[in-house]
Nanobody, 113 residues
Framework: QVQLVESGGGLVQAGGSLRLSCTASGSIFSINTMGWYRQVPGKQRDMVAHIGRSGFTNYADSVKGRFTISRDNAKNTVYLQMNSLKPEDTAVYYC???????WGQGTQVTVSS
């Protein structure tokens, strides 16, 4: 059974940094574009960043220059380095294997002002 397991969320002050990790079980990692999304209560889930199999990246305008997505294919893991965090970055962050349609359970990120 395929699983995506996120870790690294938590509480941080504005201006601080966090690194999220998402490790995929099974054989899906190498064939998928991986993505990070976030959601706040009552709102839709929004794309934060994508990274293709070859390393091509795409970011939401709101995080460009602050967040960096990367992947380690040998470890079946995708990362999201988040710097200069703002209170509006507070959300549950989800990782996804886009072609296969699998999602992780989410990890809470809270940025205090």
């Amino acid at each position: 059974q395929v699983q995506l397991v996120e870790s690294g969320g938590g509480l941080v002050q504005a201006g601080g940094s966090l690194r999220l990790s998402c490790t995929a079980s099974g054989s899906i990692f190498s064939i998928n574009t991986m993505g990070w999304y976030r959601q706040v209560p009552g709102k839709q889930r929004d794309m934060v960043a994508h990274i293709g199999r070859s390393g091509f990246t795409n970011y939401a305008d709101s995080v460009k220059g602050r967040f960096t997505i990367s992947r380690d294919n040998a470890k079946n893991t995708v990362y999201l380095q988040m710097n200069s965090l703002k209170p509006e970055d507070t959300a549950v962050y989800y990782c996804a294997a886009l072609q296969s349609g699998y999602w992780g359970q989410g990890t809470q990120v809270t940025v205090s002002s």
